[in-house]
T-cell receptor, first 115, second 107 residues
């Protein structure tokens, strides 16, 4: 059973550019959540995808968007990058079934720096 | 005011001490997660619990849904326990994170 993986591990972009971060869920999981963690802060919930549809969203602008694919892998897209978007981006996968939401397993994160 | 509050924010302990980290929340929840984040960013899920108590090795987590309070206990603390501990409440389609407790265990 493979764990949650993310790519790339590090990324440097400039203001105004667009970025795509990728996450491969743990085998058997159908739900993926994305989080932003600024340096020295706790993670902030961006959104969650369940069965390829957005299933909840935190307080992030529309330039943060996502996709979940049939194999339950996921992408986080950020348009028009701003300096404040510099952060560690974490994804977490879980299984949501009839009993509801299950424990999340986190990926190692992608560290994005916006210059 | 945060929906989820943790205390203390920072904690330094001597190796072997018993440690308690508290989490209080104001939102209605069905379950609560305790996470451990090591320097460098890796996050490990320690517990997910919706009632009572769970134990894993030297770690014990308790929750009182009525009082909206959870605690994470570490027995016989060790320097490798040094990390940030975060409680998370999934509520509806949102996740609320506690402010985190930074634990340093000194040999």
């Amino acid at each position: 059973e493979t764990g949650v993986t993310q790519s790339p591990t590090h990324l440097i972009k400039t203001r105004g550019q667009q970025v795509t971060l990728r996450c491969s869920s743990q085998s058997g999981h159908n739900t993926v959540s994305w989080y932003q963690q600024a340096l020295g802060q706790g993670p902030q919930f961006i959104f969650q995808y369940y069965r390829e549809e957005e299933n909840g969203r935190g307080n992030f602008p529309p330039r943060f968007s996502g996709l979940q694919f049939p194999n339950y892998s996921s992408e986080l897209n950020v348009n028009a990058l701003e300096l404040d978007d510099s952060a560690l981006y974490l994804c977490a996968s879980s299984y949501t079934g009839l009993a509801g939401f299950d424990e999340q397993f986190f990926g190692p994160g992608t560290r994005l720096t916006v210059l | 005011k945060n929906e989820v509050e943790q205390s203390p924010q920072n904690l330094t302990a001597q190796e072997g001490e018993f440690i308690t980290i508290n989490c209080s929340y104001s939102v209605g929840i069905s379950a609560l997660h305790w996470l451990q984040q090591h320097p460098g960013g890796g996050i490990v899920s320690l517990f997910m619990l919706s009632s009572g108590k769970k134990k894993h090795g030297r770690l014990i987590a308790t929750i009182n849904i009525q009082e909206k309070h959870s605690s994470l206990h570490i027995t016989a603390s060790h320097p490798r326990d040094s990390a940030v501990y975060i409680c998370v409440t999934p509520t509806g389609n949102q996740f609320y994170f506690g402010t985190g407790t930074s634990l340093t265990v000194i040999p």
